[in-house]
Nanobody, 123 residues
Framework: QVQLVESGGDSVRAGGSLRLSCAAS???????LAWFRQAPGKERGGVAS???????NYKDSLKGGFTISRDNAKNTHYLQMNNLQPEDSAMYYC??????????????????WGQGTQVSVSS
């Protein structure tokens, strides 16, 4: 069993940066880790994932602005978000361990979820 707790969400102006953290209880060293986001009235969508060899995968439209990383010693993974825009406003969720033998960006593939942290970007 893995429990995930996000932190780092905040309200920022357009062009600003935030770093989200996801702390895990339980062993995550061999697990796929990811970040998703959900804006009001929209489906939850993948942002980035990172596998146990630190290979990363990003939603195409977010490449360059967001960086996912992991620190296995701290049981934590991160999402660095730069040049934030109002359309990035959403609840951000971290996730861990896929039920399929791939590190995907598909929400239904993930077994464990955090409670979410709010990111709000004003123009």
């Amino acid at each position: 069993q893995v429990q995930l707790v996000e932190s780092g969400g905040d309200s920022v102006r357009a062009g600003g940066s935030l770093r989200l953290s996801c702390a895990a209880s339980g062993y995550i060293h061999d697990k796929c880790l990811a970040w998703f986001r959900q804006a009001p009235g929209k489906e939850r969508g993948g942002v980035a994932s990172i596998d146990d060899d630190a290979r990363t995968n990003y939603k195409d439209s977010l490449k360059g602005g967001f960086t996912i990383s992991r620190d296995n010693a701290k049981n934590t993974h991160y999402l660095q978000m730069n040049n934030l825009q109002p359309e990035d406003s959403a609840m951000y969720y971290c996730a861990a361990e896929t039920t399929v033998p791939l590190c995907t960006l598909i929400s239904v593939d993930f077994r464990y979820w955090g409670q979410g942290t709010q990111v709000s970007v004003s123009s």
